[in-house]
Structures are given as C-alpha cells and as structure tokens.
C-alpha cells in the first residue's frame, strides 16, 4: 500500500481520528489502548535527535526528580517506587545504566591507565636521571666494571667449584643418591652460569658507555639516563621491574606484550594497557554483582515477605548513586588535578558512599538503628569479599582476552 502523501502525514491524528500504532480511537496526547504519543509522522533530524535524548534521559522532568531524590534522600527513590510512584521517576534499571555509562564513559576519555603509565616512567626517571660531567660518569663507570670484574671472578669460581663437587660426587656416590645429587647440584650450576652471563651482559653495556664518553670533551654535561637507555636498547638490558608469570597464566595480547617486554619504558606501557583491559571488564563485572547484593540483601532480610525483585530494585538504587558519585569523583581528578581541595573532596565523596548505602538501608527496610547497623556490616562484609572476587574476575577475563 503507497505511503500517502508527506502533507497528509504531518501532523499527529486530531481529535478523535485512529493511533497511527494500533488503529483504535486515539484521545488526546496519548492512545489510551498502546500508550503511543502523538506526534509528527515526518519530523526534521534536530525533532529526532531532540526525541531520542529526552527518551534516554528522561529530560521530560523525570531525570532532575529522579536524580533529586536519589542523590540527596537515601532511600527515598526505592520508598517511591515499592509505593507505586513509578511514572514520574526513571526506572531503575534506566538510572543505573545511565550512571555507569556516564562514569565509564568518564574513565574512558581520563584513562587512569595511562596516569600509571606515566607514574612509573616518572619513578624511573626520577631513580635515574641526571646530567653529570662525562669525565665524572667515565669514572663511575670505571667503578661499576671494577665491582662486575671482581662479581665475575667470583661467578667463574663458583662455577668451578660446583663443577669439581660434581665430578667427585659422581665418582663416590652411585645409584639413585647420584642421581638426586648430580640433579642438585646441576641446578646451583645453572643458575650460577645464568648470573655469570648476566653479569657479562651487564658488563657490555657498561664497557660501551664508556668508550663513547671517553671520546667526549672532559667537562662536557651529558644525560646520564639517556645514555642508560641507548646501552639497554643496544644490549637488550633487563628491566628493573620484574613480573614473572606463571607458565599457566592465560596469554592475552596484553599479557604477551608484557611477558615481552624488556626495558622499563616497554614495561610500564605493557602495565598500562592490562590495567586499560582490566578496567575495560568492570562493567561487565559490576553487572554481575548486582543480582548477589540483591540476594545477599533477600538473605540478610530474610524474615521479610519481600519478593527478589523488591530487593534489586533497592540495589540498583544505590549503585547508581555510587557510579554517579564515582562519576563526579572521575570528573573532579581529571579537571582538578592534584591540588589539596581536590583530594579532600574527594576523600569526603569517597566516604558518603558507604553512609550513603547505611541510610538508604535504613529508610527502605525500617528497622532500629542498631539492627540496621549489625546487618550493614554483615552486607558490608559478604560485598566486600563480592567485590575482590569480582576485582579478580576482571583481572583474569583482562588476561583470557
């Protein structure tokens, strides 16, 4: 059947014409059969988009009564709701959404990860930069291949020895005493060999250093960390942050680059993209917890005829205050920055999410103060261990994935 013609599609049905949705008679701004609003068939984008928003948000007044309640009557929204006051505040699956889009949208675009990354370059800067005299740094040099001259002595005479016990074991004992010894002994000796070669390598970059400086002007100023880092990058130096993993470990792309990684600017940058992964799993953790804290609450109040339901809808409540503060919390660090009535602040938002959560327990259930009390520990408690397994949860989907 051909769409009539653009004039005719315009405007919303009048008076009592038929619901563009379901045929039947339409009365007033809304059909009183499917609930759909009149409005325009045809509408230019900015009307769309306009729509679109205020369906979201609810910036129909919902949103501001909603977030009224919510954010300065602990408890009051969830009352609110058991009560039946439900059309004129969001739903409480929409304000928790809502929240945690905003707060991860947040960590996003401020990417804490990368502050990590940059606070462990700057710690290693710190532990090693400096411009010093090239005739000085040649002589610390000198100092440094003195000590691993002597370290390497002592590694080849360890090695020695370890070779000769081996050998007069071999020749005493037989059998499986042997065996155990000869195993023993192997191990010393390959890890003694493993430190000799370390201290070679060591020994490289520390010879290399210095021939370069040697050829410079005496009282020329040089980056001693620069050249720390051209002698790693060119003698493959080890980092000075060590993370073994486990054989067992899952390998990601993150973990992998961090198992590849070699010197300390490669390190931090691997250690900032697993915790960008990690951080990436939270609202798919978070999600997960929110249905345990309902049962856990269903638990704890079990003496109540409440149903499931009743019980989520109290903790979708107050974790959509906790990510809206955490959201202003995200909001005040990365505008702020680092300066005393930030980190107050702060401090002080951190601690209202937990009296937050006692008063709303306290409005919503209606019990005295001392058995609110006792069972917001008990919550406290069973949440807490809810949230280290699911912190782990997400360190280990940020390694599987």
């Keep these: 059947m051909p769409l009539p013609e653009p004039d005719q599609r315009s405007y919303p049905p009048a008076g009592d014409a038929a619901c563009a949705n379901c045929g039947l008679e339409a009365v007033g701004d809304f059909c009183s059969t499917c609930g759909q609003k009149h409005t ?28 009224k309640l919510l954010l300065f009557r602990p408890g009051a929204l969830t009352r609110a709701y058991l009560e039946g006051h439900r059309v004129r505040y969001l739903r409480p699956l929409r304000l928790y959404l809502s929240a945690t889009l905003l707060f991860f949208f947040l960590l996003s675009v401020f990417d804490p990860a990368e502050t990590l990354r940059q606070s462990l370059s700057e710690q290693i800067e710190a532990e090693q930069i400096g411009m010093v005299r090239a005739a000085d740094r040649v002589a610390m040099l000198d100092s440094t291949l003195a000590v691993l001259a002597v370290e390497r002595a002592q590694g080849e005479a360890l090695i020695d ?6 050998d007069s074991l071999q020749q005493v004992l037989t059998g499986s005493e042997a065996l155990d010894s000869l195993g023993i002994d192997l191990g010393d000796t390959f890890a003694a060999v493993g430190d000799l070669a370390e201290t070679e390598r060591r020994g490289q970059g520390v010879r290399w250093q210095r021939g370069q400086l040697a050829a410079l002007p005496p009282d020329s100023l040089i980056d001693a960390d620069a050249w720390v880092y051209a002698a790693r990058a060119l003698y493959a130096e080890e980092s000075n942050i060590n993370i073994d993993l486990p054989a067992w470990a899952p ?13 300390n600017e490669e390190k931090s940058a691997a250690i900032a993209d697993f915790a960008r992964s990690a951080l990436g799993q939270l609202p798919t953790v978070m999600f997960l917890l929110l249905p345990f804290f309902a049962l856990v609450l269903k638990g704890v109040y079990f003496r109540r005829e409440w149903y499931y339901s009743e019980h989520l809808v109290f ?16 909001m005040l660090i990365g505008f702020g920055g680092d300066v005393d009535w930030v980190t107050i602040t702060v401090r002080l938002l951190f601690f209202s999410v937990p009296i937050y959560f006692f008063l709303a327990q306290k409005r919503v259930y209606g019990q005295s103060w001392l058995k609110t009390a006792t069972k917001a520990l008990m919550l406290a408690g069973l949440y807490g261990m809810a949230l280290l397994g699911g912190m782990v949860l997400a360190i280990i989907l940020a390694a599987s994935v």
Excluded: K, M
């Design 315 to 330: 903790a979708l409540h107050t974790h959509a205050f906790a990510f809206t503060v955490f959201a202003l919390i995200a």
């Design 251 to 263: 390998r990601s792309r993150s973990i992998e680059r961090l198992a590849a990684s070699r010197t």
């Design 40 to 67: 325009p068939l045809r509408q230019p984008v900015r009307h769309f988009l306009a729509d679109a928003f205020q369906e979201y948000f609810g910036l129909d007044g919902r949103l501001w009564a909603s977030l």
């Design 161 to 166: 020895s370890l070779r000769a016990r081996t």
